[in-house]
């Protein structure tokens, strides 16, 4: 067994028996507590799939914060360090559970298969701050983000709009005069 593999089974066996504070910051910052199956939100608790959840660490604090269970010797996790947003992949087929607990706002979106195979996954259970997806496969990918249209209101893309065909417009004026001030100095 890989040294690695096992420092992550330790890991995730000493994480199973303790809880873990989650923290969401997005446009509504809370904290979150994960102990055995139960998920609590200020006050609420959510019901967890009975596994061994291992919680990425470099998401905690961001928009979404992912938790998941795969078997740990047969596949390989990657993440991107700049996004919530990982994928797993396995030599042979295995059972996938993710939690992910976000941001209200924030849009998750799992993927199943590779390339013209895959497929959008949709969350067994979902409330507006947790989903939680459940699957069989070789390979599945998560991310978390945000909709444009929903982070952009009317008024700012009205702004927007009106800067750039402003710019445009001063552009070409320039450009005219440009040309204007050379054509003068030939003749």
Known sequence: MPRGALILLVAVALASAQSVVLVVNGTTPFKAVAKDSVLSINGS??????????????YNGTYTVFGIDYPYLQ??????PNQPKFYVTCSTGSDFTVVAVKDPKARVVC???????????????????VEIYQTKGLYIECEAGYSA????????????????????????????????SLFKKEH
Request: hydrophobic letters at 50%.
């Open 75 to 80: 596949c390989q996790l990657g993440t991107w």
């Open 149 to 180: 249209v929903a982070s952009a209101p009317s008024t700012l893309l009205g702004i927007l709009a009106g800067i750039t065909s402003a710019s445009a417009t001063l552009l070409l004026v320039m450009s005219v005069l440009l040309l204007r």
């Open 45 to 58: 608790e959510v019901a967890l799939p009975q596994k061994r959840l291992y919680w990425i660490p470099d």
């Open 111 to 129: 993927y199943i298969g590779r390339g013209s195979r895959k497929e959008v996954l949709k969350p067994a259970a979902a409330t507006p701050t």
